[in-house]
């Protein structure tokens, strides 16, 4: 509770030292994650009953708590990456959100339903009881989702940085922008290849070259 309460504070200190913007998209993440954590939390604590077999409900209460702790924690890494002036996005495997959050979240139901489906294919198959598979099924599937989110999330997702290294990387400019019939380029990093003849041996020689402004006509 403690870790819990010095989250949660910090979090809101920095929401108060940032500008309105900055506070409202703050208050955004902190809210979307910690409603996600909980979820998430919450489902995970319902998948280990139903591996338990039993009715205890210390799980959901561990899951909530747990859930409630994450969702703070990934609320703080959300805001410390976010680029100065941006929305926050992330696009995962199999969806996009504003928040890491709710990818591990759907993730997380996409195993319970699809573990619930191969449970019960499997007690089809066996002519038992199909309630069996889908408790089961849905308990190992959302544990399963669960792992593959985290690694959705902060593996295989692209977020706001990456989307604009990727911007970067297409240019030819770091700087360009249009005026009729003309696009201007401001620092333009190239690569300049000459021969070198003076030495007994011919050889290519390579320079880095740094162009300050470019200019291109249109018709």
Same mark, same amino acid.
């Given at each position: 509770m403690k870790h819990l309460t010095t989250l949660i504070l910090s979090a809101l200190l920095l929401?108060?030292?940032?500008?309105?913007?900055?506070?409202?998209?703050?208050?955004?993440?902190?809210?979307?994650?910690?409603?996600?954590?909980?979820?998430? +939390?919450?489902?995970?604590?319902?998948?280990?009953?139903?591996l338990r077999n039993?009715?205890?409900?210390?799980?959901?209460?561990?899951?909530?708590?747990?859930?409630?702790?994450?969702?703070?924690?990934?609320?703080?890494?959300d805001i410390a990456t976010l680029p100065t002036g941006q929305?926050?996005?992330?696009?995962?495997?199999?969806?996009?959100g504003n928040n890491s959050s709710v990818i591990i979240l759907i993730d997380t139901?996409?195993?319970?339903? +699809?573990?619930?489906?191969?449970g019960t294919a499997v007690m089809l198959i066996g002519n038992k009881p199909l309630v069996g598979g889908l408790q089961y099924g849905s308990g190992v599937g959302a544990w399963v989702g669960f792992?593959?989110?985290?690694l959705d999330s902060f593996v295989f997702a692209e977020r706001n940085r990456d989307f604009i290294s990727s911007g970067l990387l297409?240019?030819?400019?770091?700087?360009?922008?249009?005026?009729?019939?003309?696009?201007?380029?401001?620092?333009?990093?190239?690569?300049?290849?000459?021969?070198?003849?003076? +030495?007994?041996?011919q050889s290519i020689r390579f320079e880095p070259t740094l162009n300050?402004?470019?200019?291109?006509?249109t018709f």
């Open positions: 929401s108060l030292i940032t500008p309105d913007r900055a506070k409202a998209q703050t208050g955004q993440l902190l809210g979307g994650n910690v409603l996600n954590g909980a979820l998430t +939390g919450t489902a995970l604590g319902a998948a280990t009953m139903s039993s009715g205890d409900m210390a799980p959901l209460r561990i899951g909530l708590g747990s859930g409630i702790l994450g969702g703070a924690g990934l609320a703080l890494y929305q926050f996005f992330i696009s995962g495997i199999f969806n996009d139901f996409y195993g319970a339903a +699809g573990g619930a489906i191969l792992g593959f989110g985290l297409e240019k030819d400019s770091i700087i360009e922008f249009s005026i009729p019939k003309f696009d201007v380029g401001l620092i333009k990093p190239e690569l300049f290849s000459y021969y070198d003849l003076s +030495g007994k041996t300050l402004i470019s200019l291109t006509k």
